[in-house]
């Protein structure tokens, strides 16, 4: 059973960065792909980012890129989201997924979640 620990999250100023993780274990980390969602108050869950198993393809939702960056590290068997430039529109709770066969921007797609890490921007 896959299981993620997200650490991470907190409260900064708009314009200011901030990096997120999620420690993966309990299956081969190199067979899952990863992803990271978002959850606003009162909103559904969307699709924020997705990186392969492999590390070299990954994926973004419009309103992310160009700011933000996901990585994963095999070696800790953790996925990465750099936040930069952020902006009081991108509060909300963060979840990392992870699944065994493809990524998608639905949740359906997505097996595991973490529990998600609070990051609120104020201006």
């Known amino acids: 059973q896959v299981h993620l620990g997200q650490s991470g999250g907190g409260l900064v100023q708009t314009g200011d960065s901030l990096k997120l993780a999620c420690v993966f274990s309990?299956?081969?980390?190199?067979?899952?792909?990863l992803g990271w969602f978002r959850q606003a108050p009162g909103k559904e869950r969307d699709f924020v980012a997705a990186?392969?198993?492999?590390?070299?393809?990954?994926e973004y939702a419009d309103s992310v890129r160009g700011r933000f960056t996901i990585s994963r590290d095999e070696t800790s068997s953790t996925v990465h989201l750099q936040m930069k430039n952020l902006q009081p529109e991108s509060t909300a709770f963060y979840y990392c997924?992870?699944?065994?066969?493809?990524?998608?921007?639905?949740?359906?797609?997505?097996?595991?979640w973490g529990r998600g890490a609070q990051v609120a921007v104020f201006s």
């Open positions: 997924a992870a699944d065994d066969t493809y990524y998608s921007a639905s949740t359906r797609t997505w097996d595991s």
């Open positions: 990186i392969s198993r492999s590390g070299g393809a990954t």
């Open positions: 309990g299956r081969a980390f190199g067979n899952y792909v």
